[in-house]
């Protein structure tokens, strides 16, 4: 029968549990997804657990030597939750807890900002003030006066702890930013003045950036290393969530936008030329004759910008028939009443009657 679990962690089928556990740690490392190293491999990490999962449970382990991965899948108990968090420990020990690299730089900064139709149709820099997080100068993020600090007693001077927490799956060791020392290991003999030992001042900062043109209504920008900053220096990200003001004729759905606009019966008939309300300021539009009342013109590549150009504009045109009616129009109208009978078209009875 195929070992192909021992094959995948590289080990004997008589390897001691240690010698299973450090080949995993070793195979986790290679080709986990997130270590950006060039052997990372999501598929064979997937694999790897796998093997793990049951070569580390001496039950699971003596089943598959028997019956092959049939004896071992489908068997979702105990055993698979205590590998589960056997997979957290080494992870911790390989990757110094779950979120090491979030604590490693400061907070991320989120504010909002809106920008006019016009403003998303051509981008826009955009200037606002924040205040943010940043690392103390006077004691240079380290909290103490003068520089003098002493070695954390509760962490050693490791600024994590480990600690052991029970759940539902068992107990789970977990190591944890030392609270004593805000996890930098070292305590201010005495407090800095300027930041009361915290190593971080709040300051009004300007910071600009820029819209891209076709910003959607709601969309994030993110804006890397302009977050709050950690005693050491280092920058989360700063999220702008952006908000498109409506406009008072143009509607917007998606890449298009929709406007609606009326014109007389006789533009109607023969064709005119409107000016419609744009983000690139007025435009004019040519209406063809013949235009229906409620007919939508397209106007291409007159919408808001997009990855691959431009969306359309689209124009619904309403007819506005009048209410009152001089006697001389009563004429024209009285015309085009005859016009079944009439050799004419409807719109040869129009000209006729503007010329
Ligand atoms: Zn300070
Ligand atoms: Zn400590």
């Avoid at 990372?40 to 003596?62: G, H, M, P, T």
Wanted: proline content about 3%.
């Amino acid at each position: 029968m195929a070992k192909e679990y021992y094959e995948l962690l590289g080990v004997s089928e008589d390897a001691s549990q240690d010698e299973i556990k450090k080949a995993y740690r070793k195979k986790a490392k290679k080709y986990h997804p997130d270590s950006n190293s060039e052997t990372a491999d999501e598929e064979k990490f997937k694999k790897i657990n796998k093997a793990y999962d049951v070569l580390s449970d001496e039950d699971k382990r003596k089943k598959y030597d028997r019956f092959g991965k049939e004896g071992v899948e489908g068997h979702a108990g105990r055993g698979q939750r205590r590998a589960a968090s056997n997979f957290q420990d080494i992870f911790e020990e390989i990757f110094g807890g779950g979120s090491r690299r979030r604590k490693s730089r400061g907070k991320d900064l989120k504010i909002t900002t809106t920008v006019s139709l016009e403003e998303a149709y051509k981008g826009v820099e955009k200037t606002v003030k924040v205040s943010r997080n940043t690392k103390c100068d006077a004691c240079s993020g380290s909290g103490a006066e003068n520089g003098n600090t002493t070695t954390c007693s509760k962490c050693n001077g490791q600024g994590r702890i480990r600690t052991i927490e029970r759940s539902v799956f068992g107990r789970k060791q977990v190591v944890k930013e030392c609270p004593e020392c805000n996890g930098t290991g070292q305590i201010p003999e005495e407090a800095c003045k300027e930041c009361s030992g915290d190593g971080i001042k709040e300051e009004e900062d300007k910071i600009s950036f820029e819209v891209p043109a076709g910003i959607q209504d709601g969309q994030r920008l993110r804006l890397e290393g302009k977050g709050h900053e950690n005693r050491k220096g280092r920058s989360g990200d700063l999220y702008v969530f952006v908000t498109v003001e409506e406009h008072e004729s143009l509607e917007r759905r998606g890449s298009d936008l929709y406007t609606a606009k009326k014109i007389g019966v006789g533009d109607a008939a023969l064709g005119c030329e409107i000016k419609v309300q744009h983000p690139e300021g007025e435009i004019e539009v040519d209406v063809p004759s013949g235009t229906q009342p409620g007919q939508v013109l397209r106007v291409s590549g007159k919408g808001m910008p997009e990855r691959f150009g431009n969306g359309d504009l689209y124009i619904k045109v309403d007819v506005d028939i009048p209410e009152e009616i001089s006697e001389k129009e009563r004429e024209v109208f009285e015309g085009l009443r005859r016009k079944p009978e009439s050799s004419k078209s409807f719109f040869e009875s129009v000209k006729d009657f503007i010329n």
